[in-house]
């Protein structure tokens, strides 16, 4: 069975960082396209940042705080989250694909607030 | 940016009736455009790719129509499970965006 499942969210301070993972099993991960996806509570949707083997690609409201990278040894995902912001407070979802998404993580929720 | 803009905000809908969804993009996409479900607390489920192909296990009763600016999802038969929030997500260019989402409830 094809599973993603986050974690390293939490509570943190303006200007704070956090590393998120997401754990990949169920399928050959070094194969794919990976994915950030965030939701900001009862908002909708918003793509962060995707990374295939060698090329990285970043939202402008995120690019220079947010880093993306993978580590097909250990099949994670990570997003290291930096200079955070209210508006970054969000459910941070994993998805797989490179161009659509066709399975998702439960997320992980990052919340910054002072 | 290409901006996905979804219509109706919201639809009111009963069981067992059709359910029509679209999505407007500001620029062609040509048919790289997914739809997604999404249900309370629960993460988004893939169920249209390349604008009219279902994804692996998802009922016949959603198909999805169109290319280059303009696309439809529809529901033919709306079942209990099917009220939902459903997004569309253009992949033909970067960055990458979504529509802000059709709400589809009972009425």
């Known amino acids: 069975e094809v599973q993603l499942v986050e974690s390293g969210g939490g509570l943190v301070q303006p200007g704070g960082s956090l590393r998120l993972s997401c754990a990949a099993s169920?399928?050959?991960?070094?194969?794919?396209?990976m994915n950030w996806v965030r939701q900001a509570p009862g908002k909708g949707l918003e793509w962060v940042s995707s990374i295939s083997y060698t090329t990285m690609y970043y939202a402008d409201s995120v690019k220079g705080r947010f880093t993306i990278s993978r580590d097909n040894a250990k099949n994670s995902l990570y997003l290291q989250v930096s200079s955070l912001r209210a508006e970054d407070t969000a459910v941070y979802y994993c998805a797989r694909g490179g161009a659509y998404f066709d399975c998702w993580g439960q997320g992980t929720l990052v919340t910054v607030s002072s | 940016e290409i901006v996905m803009t979804q219509s109706p905000a919201t639809l009111s809908v009963s069981p067992g009736e059709r359910a029509t969804l679209s999505c407007r993009a500001t620029r062609s996409v040509s048919s790289n455009l997914a739809w997604y479900q999404q249900n309370p607390g629960q993460a988004p489920r893939l169920l249209i790719y390349?604008?009219?192909t279902r994804a692996t296990g998802v009922p016949a009763r959603f198909s999805g129509s169109g290319s280059g600016t303009e696309f439809t999802l529809t529901i033919s038969s709306l079942q209990s499970e099917d009220f939902a929030v459903y997004y569309c997500h253009q992949y033909n260019d970067w960055p990458r965006t979504f529509g802000q989402g059709t709400k589809v409830e009972i009425k």
């Open positions: 390349g604008a009219s």
């Open positions: 169920g399928f050959t991960f070094s194969n794919y396209n």
